[in-house]
């Protein structure tokens, strides 16, 4: 019989690779959407109609048992969360229940769901480099102090200590996997690598005159979504459950990524192009995240497979292709 899996945060980038990877291995696929209306779901249905759609809400306990209850998973995978770092500080309380009381109360859900057999059910958190905040080793591994710079990252980090406690107090075979920046075409424009691919396809084709950005000196370790997810499955796949760093180990800054996005549309001198916005600074930074992966390497045999020049350039190029077609340019 098939494996079932439950994926909280189906809509998100993460979702949508992870749903498409468990597919192709074989899963039968259910993914946990919230809201009346989501705008996100259509999208969903056409590109991963494979997928069942299951209705619940991370901060609703019942809905997570139904949804458990209907999904039968063999794993659940909990991505979802409010993600965007600069929405956190005006919205901290929010971001603090759904970002960190979700993580308990899907794990609670599972828990109880699981009864006696506790390891019927495998469970993935979505931790975050953003823990790490004001690092304290570089390279960060799994080892590091975390110093959270955020209300998304505070709320990271008792997400993170949660999944941790449902591990060795019940005996769940439950997994954190700490993730650095990982980006796609699929990623949401809010954040800083779609913004520019989008913006630079814009340009390029004359559509758009300038973008506005904050800290052009801000460093990440940027690796690709697709061979993320892949890290996630693996660390269910293992005897015993554990927390993994998953990075390139390679660190850029958003200038660079500039180069390279500005390079791929045929512009060398962006200089004129770019405009510095006080209105996209954070109130405190995280200025150089650059992930250790060797354990998640050596234990799960994981390696990413995208480098940041082809990773920048696949976006880009996506973003050309949608922007023309957008415009009815297309070939
Ligand atoms: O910012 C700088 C900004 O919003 C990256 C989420 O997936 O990864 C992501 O969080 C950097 C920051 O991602 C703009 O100051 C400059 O230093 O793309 P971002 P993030 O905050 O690193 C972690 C691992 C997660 O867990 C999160 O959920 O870029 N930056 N100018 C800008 N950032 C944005 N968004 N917009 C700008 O105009």
């Known amino acids: 019989m098939s494996k079932r899996a439950l994926i909280t945060g189906i809509t998100g980038q993460d979702g949508m690779y992870l749903a498409e990877l468990l597919l192709r291995e074989g899963y039968e696929v259910f993914g946990l959407v919230r809201g009346q209306n989501n705008p996100k779901l259509p999208v969903l249905a056409a590109e991963l109609p494979d997928v069942k759609i299951l209705t619940g809400d991370l901060m609703d306990l019942s809905s997570l048992m139904r949804a458990l209850a209907a999904s039968q998973p063999d794993e659940v995978y909990n991505l979802g969360a409010i993600s965007f770092v600069a929405y956190s500080w005006e919205n901290a309380a929010v971001t603090s229940e759904v970002t960190g009381l979700g993580v308990l109360n899907m794990l609670e859900a599972t828990r109880l769901h699981a009864g006696s057999d506790i390891g019927r059910v495998r469970f993935y958190q979505a931790s975050s480099s953003e823990m790490f905040g004001k690092v304290q080793d570089v390279p960060q591994r799994e080892s590091t102090l975390l110093w959270p710079r955020s209300p998304y990252g505070v709320a990271k980090v008792y997400g993170h200590y949660m999944t941790i406690n449902y591990r060795e107090s019940y005996g769940m075979h439950a997994s954190s996997g700490i993730l650095f920046n990982h980006e796609s075409p699929r990623r949401g424009p809010e954040f800083v690598t779609r913004k520019i691919s989008q913006a630079v396809a814009r340009i390029s084709l004359g559509v758009q005159d300038s973008l506005s950005l904050g800290n052009l000196d801000a460093r990440r370790d940027w690796g690709y979504a697709g061979d993320y997810v892949r890290a996630m499955w693996l660390m269910l796949q293992q005897d015993d459950a554990d927390d993994y760093v998953i ?85």
């Not at 192009?273 to 930074?285: G, Q, S, T």
């Open 247 to 331: 990075s390139t180990g390679e660190t850029h800054s958003i200038r660079e990524f500039l180069d390279l996005a500005f390079a791929r549309v045929g512009i060398d001198d962006w200089s004129e192009k770019v405009r510095v916005d006080p209105a996209f600074f954070r109130p405190a930074e995280v200025d150089l995240l650059i992930g250790d992966p060797a354990k998640a390497r050596e234990v799960l045999g994981w390696t990413p497979t995208v480098g940041f020049p082809e990773l920048v350039a696949r976006m880009v190029d996506h973003d050309v292709a949608e922007q023309e077609a957008l415009l009815g340019r297309s070939a």
